[in-house]
């Protein structure tokens, strides 16, 4: 049968099945098109009125259509062009040295938001300090943002700015006194409302109004000097303030005091905990690997090193240099379910994966090791924790720990950030969601994980 037969045969089929289907809604004299007028000819499926010989398909006028079918006609296709909701990536910078460490790192000031639908496209750029050029904006240290108030909260060395993310405007600005004493990493409570701030680098916290920026009181951290990192337990009671020192300090958001100290064996670096805040896993100097603390009995219970032969030579000749904020390591997380944990290894340029085994059991696994060409220096499990995004500016699988996306700004350049944000957004342009920036434990995941054993 040749290519004229089978066209032919075809457009038969074709044409009988769109008939057949217009004819299906009654005998062509009751047709009515989307114009409330009669229709003697056929149908379409939009509800147009066609002469039937037009919508003969031969070689000479080609046809391709549906006929009009009750059950699925919409009357009108707006819905299918309205605004609609969206998952965006949101980056603060800069990110001062502890960021931008080289000259081919800066990505300038403002927010950068990234849509990860498309590959992790440039959306937009969001002004913050609105400087001019001549002057050198403050080092971003931390951004944070409420569903209740739909703001962002963005920290600088000498700023709290509240950003509408409604409108890309600033709400307000704040410095608080005394003056430079503001401010570093933070968290929101659940309800969304109040605001844990730690200080620029000082011995207390701030407790501030998520809504109006007004100063509600001091959690003093005097053990803990010098504050920078900080995690809120999931239920937001429990503060854990990280010095650049070797104690935190556990604290109450409800009475803003202390409750207990602990103290590592070294210098604390990014911390994290699991979903009920009674293990503590931190960064330290001088060791790749971390050191797991019980809160209850305030005392560090084990040190889970990688194998020395991976690091410690390299780490105690003076004549090599690495980049980890002045250790071998700058990162972790834990996977939401609590399965994985995280780690950025500065010595050797990777991401390092240790399974939990239960019981404060942690075994390294290198076959889920991932080689990187910049040291990740902070660790954020994306939404659901299917992806993970690194300072490095890789987009991670976390069931597959391969790298499937890049982070880059409006030229091209990978963005070297520790502040970024995974937010899901309604057709209003209000936050329904928003990732734990730390890579917390988070307790849906791990109950659901348990309960499948």
């Known amino acids: 049968m040749n290519r004229k037969i089978l066209f032919a045969a075809a457009s038969t089929v074709a044409l009988a099945a769109f008939v057949g289907g217009a004819q299906g809604q009654g005998n062509s004299k009751g047709l009515v098109g989307a114009d409330g007028k ?3 000819g056929v149908l379409d499926d939009e509800k147009n009125c066609l002469d039937a010989s037009v919508v003969k398909n031969s070689p000479d006028r080609p046809y391709r259509g549906k006929p009009y079918d009750p059950k699925t006609y919409e009357p009108s296709q707006m819905p299918h062009f309205v605004r609609k909701g969206q998952e965006l990536i949101y980056i603060a910078t800069p990110g001062g040295e502890s960021d931008d460490h080289d000259s081919t790192r800066y990505n300038g000031e403002g927010i950068i938001v990234l849509d990860p639908a498309a590959n992790y496209a440039f959306v937009k750029r969001i002004p913050i300090q609105n400087l001019p050029a001549s002057m050198k904006p403050e080092e971003v240290s931390a951004m944070m943002i409420s569903p209740a108030t739909n703001y962002a909260y963005i920290s600088t060395r000498g700023h709290l700015i509240a950003l509408d993310l409604a409108t890309d405007k600033i709400v307000w600005s704040k410095t608080y006194d005394p003056i430079n004493t503001c401010c570093e990493r933070g968290a929101v409570t659940p309800d969304g409302l109040t605001l844990d ?3 620029n680098l000082q011995n207390y916290h701030r407790v501030i109004d998520a809504k109006t ?3 509600k009181g001091i959690i003093p951290t005097p053990a803990s000097p010098n504050n920078h990192n900080m995690v809120m337990s999931p239920d937001g009671k429990t503060i854990i303030a990280a010095p650049n020192g070797v104690t935190v300090t556990v604290a109450s958001m409800e009475t803003m005091k202390p409750t207990k100290t602990i103290t590592f064996s070294d210098h604390v670096r990014p911390l994290v905990i699991n979903w009920d805040a009674s293990r503590i896993y931190a960064n330290l100097n001088n060791l790749l690997g971390f050191e797991i603390a019980d809160v209850k009995s305030g005392k560090v219970i084990k040190r889970v090193e990688v ?3 991976m690091w410690k030579a390299k780490w105690a000749d003076p004549n090599q240099v690495f980049f980890g904020h002045g250790a071998p390591m700058h990162a972790i997380g834990l996977t939401p379910d609590e399965s994985e944990l995280w ?5 050797n340029k990777q991401l390092l994966v240790f399974d939990n085994e239960g019981q404060d059991n942690w075994k390294l696994n290198m076959s889920k090791a991932l080689k990187l060409d910049h040291s990740a220096d902070w660790i954020t499990m994306g939404l659901d924790g299917k992806r993970a995004y690194l300072s490095s500016g890789d987009v991670v699988d ?9 982070l880059k700004d409006e030229w091209g350049h990978l963005i070297h950030s520790e502040k970024f944000l995974d937010v899901q957004f309604n057709d209003k342009g209000h936050v329904i969601r928003v990732v734990d920036q730390f890579a917390n434990g988070q307790p849906a995941a791990v109950k659901q994980r348990t309960a499948s054993r």
């Open 213 to 215: 920026g007004d100063l």
């Open 343 to 347: 780690i950025g290894d500065a010595i």
């Open 307 to 309: 194998p020395g032969e």
């Open 197 to 199: 701030v730690g200080s």
């Open 38 to 40: 009669p229709c003697a």
């Open 398 to 406: 976390v069931k597959t720990h391969k790298i499937v996306g890049k």
